[in-house]
Nanobody, 125 residues
Framework: QVQLAESGGGLVQAGGSLRLSCAAS????????MGWFRQAPGQEREFVSA????????RYADSVKGRFTISRDNAKNTVYLQMNSLKPEDTAAYYC??????????????????WGQGTQVTVSS
């Protein structure tokens, strides 16, 4: 088990950037696949991005591809989500999650069993 804590959310104008961080506790962070999900009011939680435990593979939802970049620093037990060219439709609560599962399931929220409390991102038009 790992405990996760997100930070870096806030209010930004369309076209702006934010960098989310997710700090993990525990010594086994480097063995977990990490994902970012988001949930807007009245909508289901959706996949945003994932990164392999090694950092060697990444995956993105089509809606954020080319604008968001996921990365991790295993020495700091932290995963990041750099969000550029933000749009109003990116407004949501963003959650990081950790899983030990097959990479092919990295976009499935049901595969993740460790979740942070979320951080709000609001993009104004």
């Amino acid at each position: 088990q790992v405990q996760l804590a997100e930070s870096g959310g806030g209010l930004v104008q369309a076209g702006g950037s934010l960098r989310l961080s997710c700090a993990a506790s525990g010594r086994t962070f480097s063995t977990y696949m990490m994902g970012w999900f988001r949930q807007a009011p009245g909508q289901e939680r959706e996949f945003v991005s994932a990164i392999h435990w090694s950092g060697g593979s990444t995956r993105y939802a089509d809606s954020v591809k080319g604008r968001f970049t996921i990365s991790r620093d295993n020495a700091k037990n932290t995963v990041y989500l750099q969000m550029n060219s933000l749009k109003p439709e990116d407004t949501a609560a963003y959650y990081c999650a950790a899983a030990r599962t097959r990479w092919e399931y990295s976009d499935s929220s049901g595969e993740y069993d460790n979740w942070g409390q979320g951080t709000q991102v609001t993009v104004s038009s």
